[in-house]
């Protein structure tokens, strides 16, 4: 049965200060690795926070070496514009979506 992880990334040695998540290098590659697997139900939530100082993507996984295995194929993660400074299994108390 799979498992929510919250995964955090922190800026990577090639990220570059003063410019936003669009205007880093590799931008159009990670945009359609992440829309894919928004697309197939893995991502549920993901984006920079709004000062750019990291990112959280909410996943859908197995288990944590699932999700490393996974994003060690996302380009910003490969170019080093990111990196992934914790993953941690997320129990879901609340959640307004299942309201709908």
Same mark, same amino acid.
């Given at each position: ?5 919250? =995964? ?8 570059? =200060? ?34 750019? =100082? ?47």
């Amino acid at each position: 049965m799979k498992k929510t992880f919250a =995964t955090f990334f922190s800026p990577g040695p090639a990220w570059i =200060t003063g410019k936003t998540s669009r205007e880093q290098p590799y931008w159009t590659e990670h945009a359609a690795f992440m829309d894919k697997l928004f697309e197939d139900g893995t991502v549920m939530l993901g984006g920079p926070y709004a000062d750019y =100082t990291g990112l959280l993507v909410i996943v859908e996984a197995l288990h944590e070496e699932e999700v490393h295995e996974l994003f060690g194929h996302d380009p910003f993660v490969v170019h080093e514009i990111v990196c992934i400074s914790g993953v941690h299994e997320w129990l879901i108390f609340l959640d307004a979506r299942q309201k709908q």
